[in-house]
């Protein structure tokens, strides 16, 4: 299963996401819940990069997969923080839609630190 976890500051602001694990949700190089996880997930930190000018900090299992990890970076302008919170906002619906439809295979959560 493949669980994430979004923490919020006291803001409402997503600071931080982590994806862990697998989907299983079919055979390996089929698995479209992956595929779709994956794309999404990618394509969010891809879009950061080039559309916010930043470099998010990311983590990742690289050998492995399975493991994906983003922090915001702070000393941001207004404008960089508001397209990332667009993408990373755009992020979590898709992941919750995935959810929605396979929840067997994907578990999303969202915390709020204090």
Not at 30 to 46: E, H, K, M, Q, R
Not at 52 to 74: H, I, Q, R, T
Not at 103 to 109: A, K, M, T, V
């Amino acid at each position: 299963m493949i669980k994430g976890t979004f923490k919020r500051n006291d803001s409402g602001q997503i600071v931080t996401f982590k994806l862990t694990g697998h989907a299983e949700a079919g055979p390996y190089g089929s698995d479209i819940v992956c595929a779709g996880v994956s794309a999404l997930a990618i394509s969010t930190i891809n879009g950061i990069d080039a559309l916010a000018g930043v470099a998010p900090k990311v983590e990742a299992n690289e050998s492995e997969g399975g493991y994906l990890k983003m922090d915001v970076v702070s000393g941001l302008t207004q404008e960089q923080t508001n397209i990332e919170q667009i993408l990373l906002e755009n992020l979590l619906l898709g992941l919750q839609s995935i959810e929605a439809e396979n929840s067997e295979f994907i578990q999303i959560n969202t915390i709020t630190e204090k």
